[in-house]
């Protein structure tokens, strides 16, 4: 059902790739999405390209990024190391791998079950600590 809504979306020079690729199947085959996701990387993005964002991904650390610009940097890189993403345990693992050394030892003992439950947690942590921070900057006197 994802590929047949995916595939409707298709358009210009992509939109007439899947036609032909469609017409090589035998009549009345539903293509998964993991088969649809397959043919279209296959034909769209470089093997090279796939390996440098893999290896871009596994560098990915939150450094100088707030929180939410690491989620999202992480979340797009995700998609080409799907062996380190491929369930909520691992994609959680990867995830705590790149944080800040303070927010990695704040949520070592989390005990989330789903990457979305680490991540809201996390932000909460990190949302505590900046109003922690303002709270004190706000309370002390000017030198």
Not at 16 to 30: E, M, R, V, Y
Not at 45 to 53: D, E, H, N, Q, S
Not at 93 to 99: D, H
Not at 101 to 120: I, Q
């Amino acid at each position: 059902m994802k590929a047949e809504y995916a595939s409707h979306q298709l358009q210009g020079p992509i939109g007439i790739w899947w036609t032909h690729c469609q017409s090589a199947l035998p009549a009345g085959t539903n293509v998964t999405w993991e088969q649809f996701k397959t043919a279209f990387r296959g034909h769209h993005i470089p093997v090279g390209l796939m390996r440098m964002k893999a290896a871009e991904f596994m560098k990915l650390t939150q450094g100088t990024k707030t929180l939410t610009e690491y989620m999202h940097a992480f979340n797009n890189l995700s998609r080409y190391a799907p062996k380190f993403v491929n369930n909520e345990e691992k994609k959680i693992e990867s995830f705590t791998s790149g944080l800040g050394t303070k927010l990695m030892k704040t949520m070592a003992n989390s005990r989330c079950a789903t990457y979305n439950e680490f991540v809201r947690d996390a932000l909460t942590q990190e949302n505590q600590k900046t109003c922690t921070l303002q709270q004190r900057a706000i309370s002390e006197p000017l030198k």
